[in-house]
């Protein structure tokens, strides 16, 4: 019997990487073999994402690609996970007759059921799999999410809000250290609200921080009116945890967030903020900004645009405001142009990357402690604690190794300098 190779792009965030890792650690388990060249597998998974009407465009035009490559190849196995597979999963059945399976991410974990209908138990042949060992693993902690925000169709294809038995998740965290990872990174919607059976997210942090082997904890994703001080307080004193927080500010105009369904006041934020910097000097503060929200007017937009530079973010993602099926603000008629929405996304980031480039050099002539997360054609990428992606060259593997570099250069989104 022939090895079977099984190729899985991942669309979206993430969670979907988390899902993407599990099923691929599935495929492995029962004899199959990971490839990175699409046109090589036998198996070719696309885990899919909702999130913006780009998302969704991405995996069509996969799946068109696809068909022609089933076209040469019929005995090619075509599957769609994720976000769109869970909402949509009849129009993808009807769009792409040629796909073979569809499965919502909710379902993820019927997936080994779902593929023992396409692939052989052939475990013996597949001797090497932990060849390729990871730096971090993604570890969930909670799925779905309850808040509504207006814009977004996560609760609608993710479902409620459910945080996992912290026992479970003590046991992966455990396994991820036996496995050799060096970095755990909790996800959830938003980590800040994680409660089971009355333990809460800041308790969830010191228990996984007591073990031993566990060095570096990242989480994301904080949501500003969950961000609790008992947690500022817990990452300021907790050596183990990574200084970095995503908090996403979505818009700096107070109708808008109020039209978002986000609960919280530009100046509440703004104090959030202020409070974990003088808390936490040292951290490095990223957000997301949605461009064009419907009714987002000159002055709104200046509200996000001020306060992008009042609050000089590390990182700032910003995204073009895209209607999503059964969400509150798909059916506001007050729409914004897409030239508008266009001329704002340019201006604010041109903006932003001066901000972000700015707070980097502060590293100028600095020198930091990395972890490696890969080497390829002898440059290394690396993360420091700030979570800011560091290149240097090396002729040496140190993948996996934490080393000190000297910072020589910086970008809006990077920095690169020699090794120590
Ligand atoms: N739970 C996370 C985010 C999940 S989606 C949180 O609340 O932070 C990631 C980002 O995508 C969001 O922060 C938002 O900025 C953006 N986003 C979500 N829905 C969107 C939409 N309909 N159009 C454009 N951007 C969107
Ligand atoms: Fe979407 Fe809001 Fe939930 Fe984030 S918190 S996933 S933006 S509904
Ligand atoms: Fe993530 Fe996209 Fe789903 S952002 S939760 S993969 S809709």
């Excluded at 990971?34 to 899919?48: F, G, K, L, P």
């Excluded at 996984?208 to 990452?235: A, G, Y």
């Excluded at 201006?347 to 972000?356: H, K, M, P």
Aim: aromatic letters at 8%; charged letters at 25%.
């Amino acid at each position: 019997m022939k090895n079977i190779k099984f190729y899985i792009e991942t669309i979206g965030c993430q969670m979907n990487v988390n899902d993407s890792d599990k099923m691929a650690e599935i495929l492995s388990k029962r004899g199959c073999f990971r490839t990175e060249d699409m046109s090589q597998a036998d198996i070719v998974i696309v885990n899919t994402c909702s999130v913006r009407f780009s998302a969704e465009h991405k995996a069509y035009s996969l799946l068109g690609r696809l068909k022609e490559q089933k076209d040469v190849n019929p005995n090619l196995i075509i599957g769609v996970a994720g976000c769109m597979a869970q909402y949509a999963a009849k129009e993808i059945k009807t769009r792409c007759k040629f796909v073979d399976f569809v499965l919502g991410a909710r379902d993820i974990d019927l997936f080994c059921e779902t593929i023992s209908k396409y692939v052989p138990d052939n475990k013996e042949i597949n001797q090497n799999r932990n060849e390729n060992s990871e730096v971090f693993r993604y570890i969930t902690i909670m799925r779905g999410c309850s808040n509504f925000c207006s814009y977004c169709i996560v609760p609608y294809v993710r479902g409620p809000e459910v945080s996992i038995d912290y026992n479970e998740i003590l046991k992966e965290v455990k396994k991820a250290c036996d496995d050799g990872i060096k970095e755990i990174i909790l996800l959830g919607q938003n980590v800040n609200s994680y409660n089971y059976n009355g333990v809460n997210f800041t308790q969830l942090l010191q228990k996984i921080s007591e073990i031993d082997k566990v060095k570096r904890i990242r989480f994301m994703t904080n949501h500003p009116k969950d961000l609790s001080d008992e947690l500022i307080d817990e990452i300021a004193t907790n050596t183990k945890i990574c200084r970095h927080i995503h908090l996403p500010l979505q818009s700096g105009s107070n109708n808008i967030l109020k039209a978002m369904n986000r609960k919280y006041t530009y100046e509440q934020y703004k104090t959030l903020y202020e409070k974990i910097k003088n808390k936490i000097p040292d951290i490095n503060i990223t957000s997301d900004i949605i461009i064009g929200f419907p009714g987002e007017t000159d002055k709104d937009f200046q509200d996000t645009f001020n306060a992008s530079r009042q609050l000089q973010f590390g990182g700032l993602f910003i995204f073009k405001y895209s209607p999503r099926p059964k969400t509150l603000a798909a059916k506001l008629k007050n729409t914004v142009s897409l030239e508008t929405i266009k001329e704002r996304h340019s201006l604010l980031l041109e903006d932003s990357n001066i901000i972000s480039k700015k707070i980097n050099e502060k590293y100028i002539d600095k020198t930091i402690e990395v972890l490696v997360e890969r080497v390829n054609n002898n440059v290394a990428e690396a993360r420091n604690s700030q979570n800011i992606k560091v290149f240097f060259d090396t002729k040496e593997n140190l993948k996996g190794k934490t080393v000190n570099v000297k910072i020589t250069k910086v970008l809006p989104n990077s920095m690169s300098g020699i090794l120590q």
